[in-house]
């Protein structure tokens, strides 16, 4: 059974740093692309960042420069490293299994100004 577990969210000031964990099950970790996606109440699901197989990365316009995806093959994880956040970064986050299109469950997170 394919299954995504994320950890790591929760409340920080704005300014503030938090990483983000998603652990991988039930595949073959290291040749998957993964993602990470955000939902803020009442908006769309929006793509954060992206990580290939081999490293190559992508970034949303929005958090460039502050965010850094990346990912450990032998953990089976892939993390979000956030910082300088802001309240506009508040939101549900999710990471994806872009091939199998499986979400994990999301974590909060929260940012006060």
């Known amino acids: 059974q394919v299954q995504l577990v994320e950890s790591g969210g929760g409340l920080v000031q704005s300014g503030g740093s938090l990483r983000l964990s998603c652990a991988a099950s039930?595949?073959?970790?290291?040749?998957?692309?993964m993602g990470w996606y955000r939902q803020a109440p009442g908006k769309q699901r929006e793509l954060v960042a992206r990580i290939t197989s081999g490293g190559f990365t992508n970034y949303a316009d929005s958090v460039k420069g502050r965010f850094t995806i990346s990912r450990d093959n032998a953990k089976n994880t892939v993390y979000l490293q956030m910082n300088s956040l802001q309240p506009e970064d508040t939101a549900v986050y999710y990471c994806?299994?872009?091939?199998?299109?499986?979400w994990g469950q999301g974590t909060q997170v929260t940012v006060s100004s």
């Open positions: 994806k299994l872009i091939l199998y299109d499986l």
């Open positions: 039930g595949i073959i970790f290291s040749i998957n692309p």
